[in-house]
T-cell receptor, first 112, second 110 residues
């Protein structure tokens, strides 16, 4: 298994543009998590899904952020419009109920 | 409410010295505790899970429910141990989400 896959690995965009981050969880995992990592705030949970259903989105910073999981093998995190303060590394992670949580390699987002 | 506290943002030791990364938690139920490690610009990966009671890469961690702590220890630090370490708390029978601490950046000097 290739593990959790994220794309793109790096994204540089200009303020105001729409950004879409993608995640493919490990096959068979029923939980999917989106995190944001910054020097100032550390690792923050943005939203997580269980069986494709959003369970807790209280970490989503504002309405500019949205996440979807249309099926068990794909999820997106969208920022529209993007702002410089959104610059961070975004991690996706997946897990099978009571087992180890696996992280993806992350997407390094830079908003100019 | 559940919370994980890692009091040290930065920790530096010399190679061969003992190292202890502190983690305290607050949770009224029965917790599951984890240590994750992130080497430079890599993904986070599980280092230890308290129920496994394993020693990974020379690291151990004991859950102390009386002190609500899960400190990570290694008797002799190596340069390759330099990384960011996150303590995490899970709750309930399914774990749900994990609650992460702010992380401790460990630097081991030669």
């Amino acid at each position: 298994d290739a593990g959790v896959i994220q794309s793109p690995r790096h994204e540089v965009t200009e303020m105001g543009q729409e950004v879409t981050l993608r995640c493919k969880p490990i096959s068979g995992h029923d939980y999917l998590f989106w995190y944001r990592q910054t020097m100032m705030r550390g690792l923050e949970l943005l939203i997580y899904f269980n069986n494709n259903v959003p369970i807790d989105d209280s970490g989503m910073p504002e309405d500019r952020f949205s996440a979807k999981m249309p099926n068990a093998s794909f999820s997106t995190l969208k920022i529209q419009p993007s702002e410089p303060r959104d610059s961070a590394v975004y991690f996706c992670a997946s897990r099978l109920t009571y087992n180890e949580q696996f992280f993806g390699p992350g997407t390094r987002l830079t908003v100019l | 409410a559940q919370r994980v506290t890692q009091p040290e943002k930065l920790l530096s030791v010399f190679k061969g010295a003992p190292v202890e990364l502190k983690c305290n938690y607050s949770y009224s139920g029965s917790p599951e505790l984890f240590w994750y490690v992130q080497y430079s610009r890599q993904r986070l990966q599980l280092l230890l899970r308290h129920i496994s009671r394993e020693s990974i890469k020379g690291f151990t961690a004991d859950l102390n429910k009386g002190e609500t702590s899960f400190h990570l220890k290694k008797p002799f630090a190596q340069e390759e141990d330099s990384a960011m370490y996150y303590c995490a708390l899970g709750r309930g029978s399914t774990l749900g989400r994990l609650y992460f601490g702010r992380g401790t950046q460990l630097t081991v000097w030669p």
